[in-house]
């Protein structure tokens, strides 16, 4: 039987999801609900359809029945809107379909040092899918972006497929993790352990989110989990964008929080390096 996963975006040649030039995979469905996602239609692990509601003249053709197999699901034609302000986000495809799309950018990506991607939402949702594309897309350079909220075992393998793990780190203490991500970060940190442990080479992303993370002792305590990682390659540290909430309304939700912009990130980075642990700025 083959194996199939939904997929929300590909990016062609992204320049910050690893090294090289690259083309990053963002897969639906993810266990937690950052208050500061800017992919929320990378929630739910199924089609969803984003429309933009406060530019529509009420013409009434999307309510109109249609013969397209595609639109069933969602009782409206997505295909008839003369404005295009209705789209599914969300394609199925099977691993080897995906995997044959995708090593058309082989020779490209080689040559420019670069692979491929695995991101989301949170692709290890879709573990058996994200392993088994892997697996099809060897020998190319593969990377995992993962919040590390996964259960062990497919942690595990997911270490053992990969290239490289590249692992979001959101607060170092579980209270204020749960509150603003919905989870606690007990498994997370167990995964970074196991990870640390490892021989694999990995990266630790952490989104710099104002009044939340961006105090020198979370920053210590976060240096201190990672102090002494041989295969760590750097810590990256993400600025916060304002435009977070942008596909908010597509999808007929909130966005759930209003941040500042613009935390100290070079201060911060500083914090790493007195635990000689190598820091990127990443772009806003």
């Given at each position: 039987m083959s194996i199939k996963g939904i997929v929300f975006d590909i990016r062609e040649f992204t320049l910050h999801d690893g090294p090289g030039i690259r083309v990053s995979?963002?897969?639906?469905?993810?266990?937690?609900?950052c208050a500061w996602c800017h992919n929320p239609e990378g929630f739910l692990a199924k089609p969803e359809l984003l429309v933009r509601k406060k530019e529509c003249t009420g013409c009434g053709l999307c309510r109109r029945p249609c013969n397209h197999d595609i639109c069933h699901?969602?009782?409206?034609?997505t295909r008839i809107c003369p404005q295009n302000l209705i789209r599914i986000s969300g394609t199925e495809y099977e691993v080897q379909e995906l995997a044959a799309k995708l090593g058309k950018y082989k020779v490209f990506l080689e040559q420019n040092e670069g692979g491929i991607t695995i991101s989301g939402g949170e692709p290890l949702m879709q573990a058996e899918f994200t392993l088994a594309l892997i697996k099809a897309l060897k020998p190319m350079h593969t990377a995992i972006e993962t919040s590390g909220h996964a259960l062990e075992d497919v942690f595990i393998k997911a270490?053992?497929?990969a290239d490289l793990i590249m692992m979001d780190i959101k607060h170092s203490d579980t209270k204020m993790h749960e509150k603003m991500t919905g989870a606690g970060n007990e498994l997370i940190l167990r995964?970074?352990?196991?990870?640390?442990?490892s021989k694999k080479p990995f990266i630790i992303r952490i989104p710099v989110i104002p009044g939340f993370n961006d105090t020198e002792e979370n920053m210590k305590k976060t240096a201190s989990l990672l102090a002494g990682a041989a295969s760590l390659s750097y810590v990256e540290l993400l600025p916060y964008n304002q435009l977070a909430g942008a596909k908010y309304p597509?999808?007929?939700?909130?966005?759930?929080?209003?941040?500042?912009?613009?935390?100290?990130?070079?201060a911060l980075a500083n914090?790493?390096?007195?635990?000689d642990i190598k820091t990127k700025l990443a772009p806003l």
């Open positions: 995979v963002f897969l639906k469905g993810c266990p937690l609900r699901p969602f009782k409206i034609c270490a053992d497929t995964n970074l352990a196991m990870l640390k442990n597509l999808l007929g939700l909130k966005f759930p929080y209003s941040f500042a912009e613009g935390a100290g990130l070079k914090v790493f390096k007195s635990y």
